[in-house]
């Protein structure tokens, strides 16, 4: 089972059940591809039913655990066969769940957001957990089009939602060229107050 792809672990796999969109699953692959073999820490937020883990636990047989992550709490009934793979129940943007999941593992290698698919919820999540990644890490959130949509809290013209947070960073990435003109503080005091902008922010 170690030579197989993603996508053909996952529409074969038995057991636990897992949606996830078809179109993703090809570049998984070859996103995730480079770090196969390699000993990973994956932390995934909403597992729903929980069969994603089983089918990242499959690809990556070298890996060193698997955390997920779900509100609710017919997640604490799931079982593996694979001690790799642990279940966190509660809101991930809650100092409580948080610290139960850095209680398993304090960095990860791969951390994907499947969770409620809320913009706020979104941003969140990304402030706390993106400065788990490791040098190298891959941050994904999925069903991103949900930023887009206004039920969610989103929208393309939406100034608070996760849609501009994220091209606000964009621009941060490329700050050596316009910092005369303002602060990143005051570029991002849409999201934060002026003196409580996330430092992996401001030093990345």
């Known amino acids: 089972m170690s030579g197989k792809m993603i996508d053909t672990l996952h529409r074969s796999k038995t057991g636990k059940v897992s949606d996830k969109w078809a179109s993703y699953l090809p570049h998984y692959d070859a996103l995730f591809g480079p770090l196969r073999g390699h000993p990973v820490c994956v932390l995934e937020i ?12 499959a690809f990556f047989q070298a890996g060193d655990v698997f955390v997920g992550c779900d509100i609710d709490p017919k997640c604490g009934r799931l079982q593996y066969d694979d001690p790799r793979i642990k ?74 939602g996760a849609v501009a947070f994220f091209k606000r960073l964009v621009d941060v990435v490329s700050f050596q060229f316009w910092k005369d003109g303002v602060t990143i503080n005051n570029y991002l005091r849409t999201f934060f107050d002026l003196r409580s902008t996330p430092p992996f922010i401001l030093e990345g």
Request: charged share 15%; net charge negative.
């Open 46 to 57: 909403g597992v729903q039913n929980g069969g994603s883990l089983e089918t990242w636990a």
């Open 87 to 160: 279940i966190v129940v509660g809101d991930a943007n809650t100092a409580p769940t948080f610290e139960k999941i850095t209680s398993i593992k304090n960095t990860f290698d791969i951390v994907i957001d499947d969770g409620s698919h809320v913009s706020m919820d979104i941003m969140r999540c990304f402030v706390n957990f993106f400065p788990l990644l490791n040098p190298g890490g891959i941050y994904v959130i999925e069903v991103a089009h949900c930023l887009y949509l206004d039920q969610y809290g989103g929208g393309l013209l939406s100034e608070f």
